[in-house]
């Protein structure tokens, strides 16, 4: 099955590789470096809700689930668009030699969403604010010999002012990254504290550059002392190609940035994507000779430029940009996804031939962005500020992306601006990454606040010029607002989503720029054999112009939304990992490869089950298996059919999302469909794992996985595995929720007047409007609300002459709503009641009979997302 291709040679000849770097180095150097980071994601107990108590050391935590990181509040999560909120705890025992002590002592997370607060033996040791940046907690001075608690306090409460305050996915709460228990003497590299650049490898066209290196390192000893650091660049085979040595005083309880240039290396091996070759900075710390730290800095000789005449350059060659948005979340395990199944997404997104992905809309992983790194693919990274269609007041992701109290302003802001900078610092030594973005469709926040967004957007641009000069700061989903409130031209380059592809203001913008959602084709499996140009397909904009950059499909995968599956199903690949057949197409057109034959009516004889791999499995939380299941015909061919089938663990170790099996069922949220079905399976213990897929009336299928590690699986260890039936979580509310849409949604019209354009309609000022254009004789307006509707009420303002009023699912089916047979000689408003209807949609379309009439002020839908 080709959602099972993982590259295997590829992935040997990397850890080979790897491992050969690093062996070199260790001879080379002749020292261990005396830093040790140790992965912590098994052995840890969770309990949803808050439970104050259990900070402390006697707390009794028997009764709590056994879990292993990464972890979601949320698991088994299956794309509703409802999710817990509250508050969840982890508890850990770490074992702490007297060795131990004299060294310093961190907890590094990659990520909890939102609010952390760790404890150690009872004592608040620190806390971070902000879902998708990790952070480094030092617990040095809390532990003690033996035994310690590690217990943290996680919320995913929405609060005014934190970023992001909106956005159409799920935010869902935990420990859903990697935690890492490091080790270091007094004298040690700050948290991510390199940071790499190639200056001259511009301007001497690749052929060589120096390596600037910025080092920063803290001084913990109790006296100042003169340290040395001696930085080796090496090439992907281990081979030294540059090394610089700097010598400085570092006082006792400071920290001392260290600035190094090599001499020039000649000609690197250029990072691209046909050729995406890494090197590696090895970075030692000296002090009286003695090696008192070392890390080692992935990286990659390159350069780009973003115009705004000719597009996009790599390495001076110019490069069009196939782009699609990826959501972090899989089936079954929510947001808490594996390093492997990381590189799986990527590595699905670089099969079909795509060039770019797009972080939708919030800092991914440090292995996503190592993913891109080692497939060869460019990465739009984003910081977590973005808004949603139809927002409502505060108290929950659909509100102003903005906040509308001036008392959350500053800590708001404050909580974007951190979190940009954490991004930037955990992210900016990644070849693969050519734009910080700023937001994402920030202009859904109240009116009267869009300065204040404009302020902050500056801001962010200021700060990440600072931070990063190499790298754009990027406006992301910057198509509205039109005319002088524009915010596009506010950063160094703008993302157009949707109707921002035919907007007369984003046309050749005089700023480097970019297409960065087009498609949006709500689909389940097997979908269409088809792209979904979408609003590219209104003025041919799918086949490029010479001034725009490229453009990015929405979107990737199918994920979890609060807007719920209307949004949720756009992906070209479903949540469980499979193709749908619009993937298949990108995969023909940009790929050169040929799709496969479809799944056929036919009788179903056996099941088949393959894993993405079965050997040499790890167990620490960054590793795990896809399982996929076909149901076969006698001879061997995928039958689109929908039996139910189970996977059950009958020996070993490892778990599904929902515990030691899970049942696929057709029309269930855990669904097979078209003859196929996968999940990912996982073990935090070593062993030999058994699973059967079993369905009624058909020859079942097994497989054995090998998980290797440091603790074997044994098979009273059974009971420690949680059964998590699955439960679609639907939240609490008195009333369904009636929301207002069509300002700044997209909008389409037949034509337009050079100073009425269409989104003059749905901008919120009644003083503009659009009119068709002279020579138009079948003129109509056109708004998405983005989001399936029961509609509530339709008000629009500004009506001339006859028209018919038309609501749409999918703009294939129209149903009309309203038709003036009179014409209208003076602009008036009329407002349709649907509140005793069950009306449905999703656009709506205003038909006219007369060009000289056809004009629309401005048009507003109140309507319950369904």
């Not at 150097?29 to 992965?39: A, K, N």
């Not at 420990?175 to 003497?185: D, E, F, G, Q, S």
């Not at 209307?566 to 479903?574: C, E, H, Q, R, Y």
Request: neutral net charge; contains cysteine; hydrophobic residues 35%.
């Amino acid at each position: 099955m080709i959602f099972l291709n993982q590259l295997r040679l590829l992935k040997i000849l990397s850890t080979a590789l790897l491992l050969l770097v690093w062996s070199n180095s260790c001879l080379l150097y002749g020292q261990v470096s005396p830093r040790e980071t140790i992965l912590i994601n098994s052995g840890w107990k969770y309990a949803q809700g808050d439970v104050h108590a259990a900070r402390y050391n006697n707390f009794n935590d028997t009764a709590w689930e056994n879990i292993g990181l990464p972890h979601s509040f949320s698991i088994p999560y299956f794309m509703s668009k409802d999710f817990y909120v509250g508050y969840g705890w982890y508890r850990k025992h770490l074992s702490l030699t007297p060795e131990d002590l004299e060294k310093k002592l961190f907890l590094e997370f990659e990520g909890v969403f939102q609010e952390a607060e760790i404890f150690v033996n009872g004592k608040l040791a620190g806390s971070h604010t902000g879902g998708y940046t990790g952070f480094s907690v030092d617990i040095s001075s809390y532990v003690r010999k033996g035994d310690n608690l590690i217990a943290i306090r996680v919320n995913n409460l929405w609060r005014p002012d934190i970023a992001p305050r909106a956005g159409e996915h799920v935010f869902s709460g935990g420990i859903y990254r990697n935690v890492h228990l490091v080790k270091t003497k007094h004298c040690h590299i700050a948290w991510y504290g390199t940071f790499i650049t190639t200056p001259d490898l511009e301007e001497n066209n690749g052929q060589s550059t120096r390596i600037k290196i910025e080092t920063e390192i803290i001084n913990e000893c109790r006296e100042s002392g003169i340290y040395r650091l001696l930085t080796h660049i090496l090439d992907r085979n281990g081979n030294r190609v540059a090394e610089v040595e700097t010598t400085d005083t570092i006082a006792a309880g400071s920290d001392r940035k260290f600035v190094q240039f090599t001499s020039p290396v000649y000609q690197p091996d250029l990072w691209n994507p046909q050729h995406p070759s890494l090197y590696r900075a090895v970075s030692m710390v000296y002090h009286n000779g003695e090696l008192t730290d070392s890390i080692q800095t992935s990286f990659g000789f390159r350069w780009f430029k973003w115009t705004a005449d000719k597009g996009f350059f790599l390495n001076g060659t110019h490069l069009y940009i196939k782009g699609v948005n990826v959501h972090q979340d899989q089936a079954g395990w929510g947001d808490a996804v594996t390093e492997a199944a990381s590189r799986r997404d990527v590595n699905m997104m670089k099969e079909a031939g795509f060039n770019l992905i797009r972080g939708s809309h919030y800092p991914h992983s440090p292995a996503f962005s190592q993913a891109c790194d080692e497939a060869g693919i460019l990465f739009w990274s984003e910081a977590p500020f973005w808004g949603i269609g139809g927002f409502k007041t505060d108290g929950y992701w659909d509100s102003s992306a903005y906040p509308v109290n001036k008392k959350h302003e500053a800590a708001f802001e404050k909580s974007a601006l951190t979190q940009l900078q954490e991004m930037i610092r955990i992210h900016r030594n990644h070849p693969s990454i050519v734009a910080w973005s700023m937001c994402n469709e920030v202009f859904f926040s109240s009116p009267e606040v869009m300065p204040q967004v404009q302020r902050l957007l500056r801001r962010m641009v200021n700060l990440t010029h600072q931070l990063d000069p190499t790298r754009p700061a990027a406006i992301g989903g910057a198509q509205r607002p039109l005319a002088e409130a524009r915010i596009d031209l506010t950063g160094d380059l703008a993302g157009y989503n949707g109707d921002g592809a035919t907007q007369p203001d984003f046309q050749n913008p005089g700023i480097p720029n970019l297409v960065s959602e087009y498609g949006s084709v709500t689909a389940d499996r097997p979908g269409e054999y088809a792209p979904g140009w979408g609003d590219l397909q209104r003025n041919e904009g799918w086949k490029g112009f010479p001034w725009r950059c490229g453009q990015a499909i929405w979107c990737g995968f199918d994920h979890g939304s609060i807007a719920g599956n209307t949004l949720g199903k756009m992906g070209i690949v479903d949540y469980f990992r499979i193709p749908k057949r619009s993937w298949y197409w990108y995969r023909n057109q940009y790929a050169g490869t040929a799709p496969p034959a479809w799944p056929a009516e036919g009788i179903p004889v056996y099941l088949k089950l393959k894993g993405s791999k079965t050997e040499k499995i790890k167990t620490d939380g960054t590793d795990d298996v896809l399982l996929g299941i076909t149901v076969c015909d006698s001879a061997g061919r995928t039958v689109a059919c929908a039996p139910a089938v189970e996977l059950k663990v009958l020996s070993g170790p490892g778990e599904f999302p929902t515990g030691r099996s899970i049942r696929f069922e057709k029309d269930s949220d855990i669904r097979i469909m078209d003859g196929q079905a996968a999940i990912s399976f996982r073990s935090y213990f070593a062993g030999k794992t058994v699973i059967e897929a079993s369905s009624d009336g058909l020859k079942g299928a097994r497989i054995e996985l090998e998980f290797e590690g440091n603790e074997t699986f044994r098979e009273d260890q059974n009971s420690s595995y949680t059964n998590r039936p699955y439960t679609r979580f639907v939240r609490n509310q008195s009333v369904s929720e009636v929301q207002t849409f069509g300002r700044n949604n997209p909008v389409f019209a037949s034509s337009h007047k050079a100073e009425h354009v269409p989104g003059m309609a749905a901008d919120g000022n009644a003083q503009t409007c659009w009119q068709a254009a002279d020579e138009d004789y079948a003129p109509y307006w056109m708004l998405d609300t983005e989001k399936l509707l029961t509609i509530k009420e339709i008000q629009i303002d500004g009506l001339q002459g006859e028209y018919v009023l038309e609501v749409s699912d999918d703009q294939k089916e129209w149903k009309t709503l309203k038709k003036e047979s009179q014409t209208l000689v003076k602009k008036s408003s009329v407002r349709l009641d649907f509140s005793g209807s069950e009306t449905t949609g999703r656009f709506i379309r205003i038909c006219f009979k007369d060009k000289n009439y056809a004009t629309v002020s401005e048009v507003s839908v109140k309507g319950i997302v369904r």
